[in-house]
């Protein structure tokens, strides 16, 4: 009874991995009590992870646990779950409206031109294991100079995160468990307050406080783990030793824990190239400061780095390293990168490599298989874009 009186108080819900094998579900909803969750029958009251606020009026409720669950539902309403293994994986990330000060207006209004609620959609519709969604989840930092092109909602408040996020994501939060990775939009400078409320792995502390560096953690199955790195304090322009230091205690952390397949996931890439214009063809090394705080001391274990930050799709191959997949480009204003595969170039400081490159909107998946594994590029409707055979590297990859 419990449940179905909560069900209509239920704005969004989503389950998301915690470190180890924890997952957390989640709901915001409009009531001032948590709802009540049904785990295999047995139904609890979740808990209060964030109690509403002037500019966050809902109240956010969760309820995690570490050992196995073969259903969880409010009412009607059901949570998608931890899967036993993770061989089909999702890759999306960039997905916010951008408008900011000094930028080309991005037409929020028009699914053309910012199509991620067809993306969510056609996320939704694919089967997979498990979802990463890569950082960069709200954008609308500053008031639209045309609310019939773009709307009227900016700033870190909940009409924004609903824009933004919520409301486009929920037809693919209904469909897969998710790992959320902190992006450089939400940062202490930015939108850390939706953040944390919502999509953190770390609990929300009173007094409300933000960190620059949030604890890495790591998923885990039986053959694979996914360490969590964050990297939203990661410009050039901020750059200090003491956040390069930071950038590489997070990595150091988890190290000593990596004993079989690794994918590491964060939010901005080690190796890039590219522009950060639209059909540009002026083009340069597009890395941050991670790359010199760990990328030299990546273990044999690490498969793949992944990323997004960058406005397209890329596949990285360097000299003596784990190939890195990124992908950014799942609704916000895009980036341009050279398409197709490109060789010789400057992808880091020092660093020669080689690049595939894709710039529509779309998303990827990553299919494990037999020990190694495969990427699918989809464009923003689904279909296949192009693809890499294994092992993943830019000679591997081509597009359809």
């Not at 408040?157 to 929920?170: G, Y």
Request: aromatic share 10%.
């Amino acid at each position: 009874m419990l449940a179905e009186q909560a069900q209509a108080e239920v704005v969004h819900h989503w389950t998301q991995m915690l470190g180890g094998s924890t997952q957390s579900f989640r709901a915001i909803v409009s009531d001032q009590d948590c709802p009540a969750i049904t785990i295999d029958g047995v139904e609890t009251r979740m808990h209060v992870r964030a109690r509403p606020m002037p500019d966050f009026p809902n109240l956010v409720c969760e309820f995690a646990t570490d050992a196995p669950v073969a259903r969880a539902e409010m009412g009607s309403l059901h949570f998608p779950l931890r899967p036993e293994r993770a061989d089909q994986i999702i890759l999306v990330g960039d997905t916010g409206c951008r408008l900011k000060e000094g930028a080309p207006v991005h037409a929020c209004n028009d699914p053309v031109a910012w199509p991620y609620a067809k993306i969510a959609r056609a996320i939704a519709a694919k089967e997979a294991d498990l979802a990463i969604h890569l950082g960069d989840y709200f954008y609308r930092e500053v008031p639209c100079p045309d609310p019939e092109l773009c709307g009227e909602v900016f700033g870190d408040n909940w009409p924004t995160w609903e824009a933004d996020f919520f409301v486009p994501s929920q037809p693919m939060l209904n469909a897969h468990a998710f790992v959320f990775v902190r992006g450089n939009h939400e940062s202490c400078e930015r939108g850390w307050l939706g953040y944390l409320r919502f999509l953190a792995a770390d609990p929300v502390r009173a007094p409300l406080m933000c960190d620059n560096y949030q604890a890495p953690f790591v998923v885990e199955f039986e053959d694979l783990q996914l360490p969590v790195i964050d990297s939203s304090t990661r410009d050039r322009e901020t750059y200090t030793w003491d956040r390069l230091r930071a950038m590489r205690r997070q990595f150091m952390d988890v190290l000593p824990t990596l004993d079989r397949e690794t994918l590491l996931l964060t939010h901005t890439p080690l190796w890039g190239y590219g522009s950060k214009k639209q059909n540009s063809t002026d083009m340069e090394t597009l890395e941050s400061i991670q790359r010199e705080a760990f990328a030299h001391i990546l273990p044999r274990l690490v498969t793949a780095v992944i990323a997004g930050d960058l406005h397209f799709a890329q596949v990285v191959s360097t000299p003596g390293n784990p190939v890195q997949i990124t992908f950014g480009n799942g609704g916000v204003w895009l980036y341009t990168t050279p398409e197709g595969q490109a060789r010789d170039l400057p992808v880091g400081k020092g660093v020669m490599g080689d690049i595939f490159g894709y710039n529509p909107f779309g998303f990827g998946q990553i299919d494990r298989a037999q020990g190694t594994f495969t990427l699918t590029f989809f464009d923003d409707s689904g279909a296949v874009a192009g693809a890499c055979a294994a092992p993943v590297s830019v000679d591997s990859c081509a597009l359809d």
